[in-house]
């Protein structure tokens, strides 16, 4: 059998968005559960876990289990603040915090608890926020190749090499997102990797551990690209669970050199245009020279040589540039809505299942699936999880008023006709309008049209609900077997 990971960046998932995502998130959470099913998702590791977020976690999960319809599909979850803010070690769970250095974000992981594939492995130290059966899922990457602290030597950190058995694992620091000096680390309060250990059950007696136990390392690296987010990157590159895992079946702390390995996440840096940071995880342990080596990660999931099926982020207008408003995509391809490839996945010694076209990988193209003849539209009964945002905007605007607007929103902006909750008279004359229920919309009337079908009728309505509703990055998707 085989495994599918899926890693997504669920743009500031739990901050209070009741016309877009609903109320209580579950539109939003519904939506996820059909896509994920789409691609036989097994394993969720979700980036921009907002504080607001866990109490959602329980919604997706229950969404989860009833888009499969079986009452034996159980699905867990377990999350993590992204960052540390004690100066030292973390004790326990109220040691780390969504601290505003770190974006205020976190990482979630959700799975299927009864897979016969694979376990989920308990981490050395209690610190998650959804503890199942007494044990942490997920965990941060508190450890790595440090030279204590890395400071660019003279642009890139220089830190030992992995060369088994390596020393006693150093803190590893990260960069915060606006140093004072490019590359600056610091150890507290700065937005970490989180790490998930799949304990898998290859076929067969007296297989090794190194070669059962897949440590799957995601990271949401900094946006600030002259000042962090190379470092961000490399650091990411750098931690431990990429190269030993400690066996917690064991009694006492094992450490294991793992035979396999998957580094995923937001990096923020376009592979197109700049792939420098990304060959710290794929060089090889000691390539490089000294101090230079990589992760040994030679796979790359989304390769550059795919552009534009390897763009991950998804946009509404293009830049023009220094003082010129953004010029809107109208575009009747879908793919002219999609851009940056920073998302991206690297593998060591899994079996990969190709093509992964037939799985909706490596770059899950959800926009494609939300069109009038989509994967996710169709059959029809598929169409009711988008007729349920209609009903959060609807239940967001209150009652109509007399006279045109809505209780909460009482103005309507002429330009688009999308209801705003207020407007402020021009010195010219007129009226600019402010707080729309749904932001960035070529004409509201026709958007609640798509969303009363269930589908979409052009690529830029299937982008506006996209960005609105559910993320500006799409979902990896990656499948391998065991």
């Given at each position: 059998m085989a495994?599918?990971?899926?890693?997504?960046?669920?743009q500031?998932?739990?901050?209070?968005?009741?016309?877009?995502?609903?109320?209580?998130?579950?539109?939003?959470?519904?939506?996820?559960?059909?896509?994920?099913?789409?691609?036989?998702?097994?394993?969720?590791?979700?980036?921009?876990?907002?504080?607001?977020?866990?109490?959602?976690?329980?919604?997706?999960?229950?969404?989860l289990?009833?888009?499969?319809?079986?009452?034996?599909?159980?699905?867990?979850?377990?999350?993590?603040?992204?960052?540390?803010?004690?100066?030292g070690?973390?004790?326990?769970?109220d040691?780390?915090?969504?601290?505003?250095?770190?974006?205020?974000?976190?990482?979630?992981?959700?799975w299927?608890?009864?897979?016969?594939?694979?376990?989920?492995?308990?981490?050395?130290?209690?610190l998650?926020?959804?503890?199942?059966?007494?044990?942490?899922?997920i965990?941060?990457?508190?450890?790595g190749?440090?030279?204590?602290?890395?400071?660019?030597?003279?642009?890139?950190?220089?830190?030992?090499?992995?060369?088994?058995?390596?020393?006693?694992?150093?803190?590893?620091?990260?960069?915060?997102?606006?140093?004072?000096?490019?590359?600056?680390?610091?150890?507290?309060?700065?937005?970490?990797?989180?790490?998930?250990?799949?304990?898998?059950?290859?076929?067969?007696?007296?297989?090794?551990?190194?070669?059962?136990?897949l440590?799957?390392?995601?990271?949401?690296a900094?946006?600030n690209?002259?000042?962090?987010?190379?470092?961000?990157?490399?650091?990411?590159?750098?931690?431990?669970?990429?190269?030993?895992?400690?066996?917690?079946t064991?009694?006492?702390?094992?450490?294991?050199d793992?035979?396999?390995?998957?580094?995923?996440?937001?990096?923020?840096?376009?592979?197109?245009?700049?792939?420098?940071?990304?060959?710290?995880?794929?060089?090889?342990?000691?390539?490089?020279?000294?101090?230079?080596?990589?992760?040994n990660?030679?796979?790359?999931?989304?390769?550059?040589?795919?552009?534009?099926?390897?763009?991950?982020?998804i946009?509404?207008?293009?830049?023009?540039?220094?003082h010129?408003?953004?010029?809107?995509i109208?575009?009747?391809?879908?793919?002219?809505?999609?851009?940056?490839?920073?998302?991206n996945?690297?593998?060591?010694?899994?079996?990969?299942?190709?093509?992964?076209?037939?799985?909706?990988?490596?770059?899950?193209?959800?926009?494609?699936?939300?069109?009038?003849?989509?994967?996710?539209v169709?059959?029809?009964?598929?169409?009711?999880?988008?007729?349920?945002?209609?009903?959060a905007?609807?239940?967001?605007?209150?009652?109509p008023?007399?006279?045109?607007?809505?209780?909460?929103?009482?103005?309507?902006?002429?330009?688009?006709n999308?209801?705003?909750?207020?407007?402020?008279?021009?010195?010219?004359?007129?009226?600019?309008?402010?707080?729309?229920?749904?932001?960035?919309?070529?004409?509201?009337?026709?958007?609640?049209?798509?969303?009363?079908?269930?589908?979409?009728?052009?690529?830029?309505?299937?982008?506006?609900?996209?960005?609105?509703?559910?993320?500006?990055?799409?979902?990896?998707v990656?499948?391998?077997?065991?």
């Amino acid at each position: 059998m085989a495994v599918t990971v899926v890693v997504w960046n669920v743009q500031t998932f739990g901050d209070a968005r009741p016309a877009a995502r609903g109320a209580n998130y579950a539109p939003i959470c519904r939506f996820m559960a059909q896509a994920l099913y789409e691609v036989s998702a097994d394993v969720l590791i979700m980036m921009e876990l907002r504080r607001g977020g866990a109490q959602y976690l329980p919604t997706l999960q229950a969404a989860l289990m009833a888009q499969s319809g079986a009452a034996a599909d159980v699905w867990d979850y377990d999350y993590i603040p992204g960052s540390v803010t004690t100066r030292g070690y973390p004790n326990d769970p109220d040691d780390l915090d969504f601290t505003q250095t770190g974006h205020s974000e976190g990482y979630a992981v959700l799975w299927r608890d009864n897979h016969p594939e694979f376990t989920v492995l308990d981490t050395p130290d209690a610190l998650s926020h959804n503890i199942v059966n007494g044990q942490s899922k997920i965990g941060l990457v508190l450890e790595g190749r440090s030279a204590q602290p890395n400071v660019p030597n003279p642009y890139w950190f220089a830190a030992p090499n992995f060369v088994p058995p390596p020393p006693p694992w150093r803190r590893l620091e990260f960069p915060e997102p606006n140093p004072i000096h490019a590359g600056d680390t610091r150890w507290n309060l700065c937005r970490r990797p989180c790490c998930v250990v799949l304990d898998l059950n290859r076929p067969g007696a007296g297989v090794p551990r190194e070669q059962e136990l897949l440590p799957i390392v995601v990271h949401h690296a900094t946006n600030n690209p002259r000042r962090s987010t190379p470092w961000s990157v490399q650091s990411a590159a750098y931690s431990a669970q990429l190269y030993q895992v400690d066996d917690t079946t064991q009694a006492a702390p094992t450490m294991v050199d793992v035979a396999q390995a998957l580094a995923a996440g937001d990096f923020n840096i376009d592979r197109n245009v700049d792939a420098e940071a990304y060959g710290y995880f794929t060089r090889g342990f000691t390539a490089g020279g000294a101090n230079n080596g990589g992760a040994n990660l030679p796979t790359t999931w989304a390769d550059s040589a795919n552009a534009p099926d390897n763009h991950t982020a998804i946009r509404l207008s293009r830049w023009r540039g220094p003082h010129q408003p953004p010029v809107p995509i109208t575009d009747a391809n879908v793919d002219a809505y999609r851009w940056l490839a920073i998302d991206n996945l690297f593998i060591r010694n899994l079996a990969t299942v190709n093509p992964p076209a037939n799985y909706h990988g490596p770059v899950y193209n959800i926009l494609s699936g939300l069109l009038h003849h989509g994967f996710l539209v169709n059959p029809l009964a598929k169409r009711a999880a988008i007729r349920a945002f209609r009903t959060a905007i609807l239940t967001a605007l209150g009652p109509p008023l007399v006279g045109g607007g809505y209780t909460n929103y009482p103005f309507i902006d002429p330009a688009n006709n999308t209801p705003c909750r207020t407007r402020r008279r021009k010195r010219g004359g007129g009226f600019s309008y402010y707080s729309p229920v749904i932001s960035n919309l070529r004409n509201f009337t026709y958007y609640m049209a798509d969303l009363q079908r269930g589908y979409f009728r052009t690529p830029r309505r299937a982008a506006e609900f996209y960005v609105n509703s559910i993320s500006d990055h799409l979902p990896l998707v990656y499948r391998f077997t065991v």
